[in-house]
């Protein structure tokens, strides 16, 4: 989901703040529209659609060019550029999703609460388990594997479970 996407979600959740605290967002037109789905089917798509992919590609683009270098000097692993790009890119996904909100005209809320804190979860998961990520270089098998996949399926729950109803209902 484009940061745009989500400053969409956060006006349609502004849109449906007068009604009751349980109101959920329409089903299924709406939300797709804004990037993000719903129903029953669309747990997949809530874990691909939250992941920040404007920030996404930043990261991505940095991690493969440094993984290209490691292969020249597998002597250096560039652990704290690592850290700062991923530390940066948390950042800089808070700054876009706040500041996209921001320049709304007609915003209810201070700050997109429910849609940063989703972003940066999502962000804040797929940017360690994507491969040659700092955990790639720190850990090694047997652990690493196994740490990737208890990352991804706390990430996959968060999202799902947590984040995700918070997104279905009317902003306060």
């Known amino acids: 989901m484009t940061i745009r996407s989500i400053t969409a979600l956060a006006a349609q959740r502004d849109s ?10 329409p089903q299924p037109e709406a939300v797709a529209a804004a990037g993000q789905a719903s129903g029953q089917g669309g747990q997949l798509e809530t874990l ?3 992941v920040p992919s404007d920030v996404a590609v930043l990261y991505t683009s940095v991690v493969g060019v440094l993984a290209g270098v490691l292969k020249s000097d597998p002597s250096n692993s560039y652990m704290t550029l690592r850290w700062g790009l991923y530390g940066g890119c948390l950042l800089a996904t808070l700054i876009a999703v706040v500041g996209s909100y921001r320049a709304l005209p007609n915003r209810r809320r201070k700050l ?9 979860t999502a962000f804040a998961f ?15 098998a047997p652990f690493l594997p196994i740490l ?10 968060t ?6 109803p918070w997104l279905d209902r009317a902003s306060r």
């Open 48 to 50: 691909s659609a939250a």
């Open 112 to 120: 997109p609460l429910a849609e940063a804190i989703t972003a940066l």
């Open 16 to 25: 449906r703040a007068g009604q009751s605290r349980d109101a959920t967002l």
């Open 148 to 157: 990737i996949a208890l990352l991804t399926g706390a990430g996959a729950f």
């Open 126 to 140: 797929w940017g360690l388990i994507v491969p040659e990520s700092p955990l790639y270089v720190l850990l090694r």
């Open 159 to 164: 999202l799902t479970s947590v984040c995700r």
